[in-house]
C-alpha cells in the first residue's frame, strides 16, 4: 500500500486521484490539499480524504505529488520541504509541472531528498494516460520505481533522462489537446457537411476510439495504417492531399516545437527565480 497526498487537486491532480481510484487505489489512501475550498470539499466527497492543512496531509505520505501550476511550484514545495524535514517517514517528493526541473525542488527540501518529476496526460482519468519519467539527482532506482507503480496503475509509463523532458512535455503532455482539436474540427466539418452535429460527434470520437485501438494494438505502424486507408484514386487520398497541401504536417510540427520552447521557457524562469532566491 502506497499513501499518496496530491497538492493541487486541479484539472492533472483530479484527472491522477480519479484514476487512482479506478485502479483500485482505496480512498483512504490519497490525501488531497487543495486550496480552493468549493473545489477541495468536491473532490474529497468523490474520491478521497481531504486535508485542510499541507502538514498534516503530508504527514507518513510516501509519495508527495506536486500538482500545482508550474510558477507555485516553488513556494509550495519550500511549504512540503518545512512540513516534512522533521519526519521520520521518507516521502518522495514528485512534480508533474511541465518545465520545472527537479533542481528546483531539491533546493527547497532537506538535503538529499529524492525528488521525481513526471509528466502526465490528461487521459488517467480514464485509465489511459501516458507518462514519462524521470529521477532527480538524489532520487534511487527504488524511488524512481514505487513513482512508476503508482503511474502505471493510470496508464503506461516510460522513463526517460531529464533532458527529454521537454519534447515528452510538447507530444504526450499537451498531446491530447491536439487529438482534441482533431476531434473538434471534424465535428464542425462534418456538420457543415449535413450531419446532425450528435451524429458527427459519435462518429468523429468512435473513429478516434478505433484508430488509437489499431495504432496501439503492436501491428502496423502510423504511415502503413494510413497507407491501408487510402484506397487507389479513391476518397481518403483526396483528403490526405488536402490535408499535406494545408501543411498539417508542418503545423504539427511546428506546434510540437512551439510546446517544447514554452517548456524550456518555464524552465529558465523556474531557475532565475531559484537562482535569485539563493542570491539573497
Ligand atoms: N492539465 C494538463 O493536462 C496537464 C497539466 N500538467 C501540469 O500539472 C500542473 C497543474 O495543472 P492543471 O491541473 O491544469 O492546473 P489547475 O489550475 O487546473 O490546477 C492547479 C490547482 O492547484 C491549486 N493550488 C494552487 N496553489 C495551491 C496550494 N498552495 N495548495 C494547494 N492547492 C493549490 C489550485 O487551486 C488549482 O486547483 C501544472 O504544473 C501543469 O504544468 C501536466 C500534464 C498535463
Ligand atoms: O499546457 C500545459 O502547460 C500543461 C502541461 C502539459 C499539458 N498541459
Do not use: W
Not at 500538482?67 to 511550484?73: L, M, R
Not at 489511459?128 to 520505481?145: F, M, N
Amino acid at each position: 500500500m502506497t499513501r499518496i497526498a496530491v497538492v493541487g487537486g486541479g484539472r492533472i491532480g483530479e484527472a491522477l486521484i480519479a484514476g487512482l481510484r479506478k485502479s483500485g487505489t482505496e480512498q483512504s489512501d490519497i490525501v488531497v490539499i487543495e486550496a480552493v475550498e468549493p473545489r477541495a470539499s468536491e473532490l474529497a466527497k468523490k474520491y478521497c480524504i481531504l486535508s485542510t492543512s499541507l502538514d498534516i496531509g503530508c504527514e507518513g505520505a510516501d509519495v508527495i505529488v506536486v500538482a500545482v501550476k508550474p510558477g507555485d511550484v516553488p513556494a509550495v514545495v519550500d511549504r512540503i520541504g518545512d512540513a516534512i524535514s522533521d519526519s521520520v517517514h521518507e516521502s518522495i517528493v514528485v512534480s508533474l509541472a511541465a518545465g520545472v526541473p527537479t533542481s528546483v525542488l531539491e533546493n527547497k527540501l532537506s538535503a538529499g531528498s529524492p525528488v521525481v518529476r513526471v509528466m502526465p496526460n490528461t487521459a488517467m482519468l480514464v485509465g489511459q494516460g501516458v507518462s514519462a519519467v524521470c529521477k532527480g539527482r538524489y532520487a534511487r532506482d527504488e524511488h524512481l520505481e514505487k513513482v512508476v507503480t503508482v503511474m502505471e496503475s493510470v496508464g503506461a509509463v516510460v522513463v526517460v533522462d531529464e533532458s527529454k523532458m521537454d519534447a515528452v512535455t510538447a507530444v504526450s503532455g499537451s498531446g491530447p489537446a491536439y487529438f482534441f482539436l482533431l476531434a473538434e474540427a471534424m465535428v464542425d466539418a462534418a456538420v457543415e457537411q449535413g450531419l446532425p452535429r450528435d451524429v458527427a460527434l459519435r462518429l468523429a470520437t468512435g473513429t478516434a476510439l478505433g484508430a488509437g485501438a489499431m495504432l496501439t494494438a503492436g501491428g502496423d505502424g502510423p504511415a502503413d495504417l494510413r497507407a491501408a486507408v487510402c484506397s487507389p484514386g479513391g476518397t481518403t487520398a483526396a483528403a490526405i492531399r488536402r490535408l499535406e497541401s494545408g501543411g498539417f504536417r508542418s503545423a504539427v510540427a511546428d506546434a510540437v516545437e512551439a510546446s517544447a520552447t514554452r517548456s524550456r521557457d518555464l524552465a529558465l524562469a523556474a531557475q532565475k527565480a531559484d537562482d535569485d532566491e539563493r542570491d539573497d
